[in-house]
């Protein structure tokens, strides 16, 4: 029987990129998105092509509904699911501490943190060998922001990534005596659409120059970190940080 994996925010970028690839790696995909159905569709067709089932389900990550349903979905159409790949997530506007608006810092917290919660709770309900399940594993995804503050521009988006390492050190040990692994990665500056999103499409270019491997990630170089934590090959690892930055 293949593995199920949950990607969430998966029809552009990283989350694309990652389901993509584990469809090519044996896993059968779900994928959630928020809007973009045409994407999510064109990520959908991407899996099948490689031998994956794959379906995707719209919802909002931040609406604990939602993600009761994506969960409900995967099991209906695909099974229980095995990894669940914390993804979704926004950057918000760029801007100093003072210029920050409440939405901003509300809806980042609520798809950032709180979306990662409700995953974390939906797929430890199906994983967990207390409950009857088989384990399984959990990514989440942070950013050097966590670590660097990224003042004057995101101190909001590095808050809400602290957050996400706080809940990968404390799930990853409230869950491992149930067959669960939680671990993260802190996430260098990736060739996405969410700086241009962001009001920053500067960005990018800014960090490559100071980058020593000098250049940012794409997405695959996310994509296979993601896997890897999945895999065998981190079996001895969780509540554990993994940074992917080309060395910055």
């Not at 060998?129 to 590095?158: C, D, F, W």
């Not at 993260?184 to 999103?197: L, M, S, Y």
């Not at 009001?199 to 890897?228: C, F, H, Q, S």
């Amino acid at each position: 029987m293949r593995p199920i994996v949950i990607v969430t925010g998966a029809s552009h970028g990283i989350g694309a990129e990652t389901a993509r690839l584990f469809a090519s790696e044996g896993y059968d995909v779900c994928i959630n998105y928020l809007s973009d159905t045409a994407a999510a569709s064109e990520v959908v067709e991407a899996c099948k092509a490689a031998g994956a089932r794959a379906i995707a389900v719209q919802g909002d990550v931040g609406k604990r509904e939602d993600i009761q349903a994506l969960f409900d979905a995967c099991d209906d159409q695909l099974g229980r699911v095995t990894c669940l790949v914390n993804n979704a997530g926004i950057i918000g506007k760029a801007g100093k501490i003072e210029d920050l608006q409440p939405e901003v810092l509300e809806t980042a917290f609520r798809i950032n943190v709180f979306g990662v919660m409700y995953c974390i709770q939906e797929a430890a309900k199906r994983m967990s060998t207390r409950k009857g399940g088989q384990g399984g594993t959990i990514i989440n995804m942070s950013s050097l922001a966590a670590y660097l503050g990224s003042p004057n521009e995101y101190v909001h988006y590095a808050a809400t990534k602290g957050a996400v390492e706080s809940i990968t050190y404390g799930a990853g040990k409230e869950l491992a005596p149930e067959g669960i692994r939680v671990n993260a990665i802190r996430v260098g500056t990736t060739n996405t659409r969410i700086h241009t999103q962001g009001g920053n499409p500067e960005r990018p270019a800014k960090i490559a120059a100071v980058t020593p491997m000098g250049r940012i990630a794409e997405p695959i170089d996310i994509a296979r970190a993601v896997l890897m934590l999945a895999s065998p090959a981190s079996g001895f690892m969780t509540g554990t940080l993994i940074t992917v930055a080309g060395g910055l």
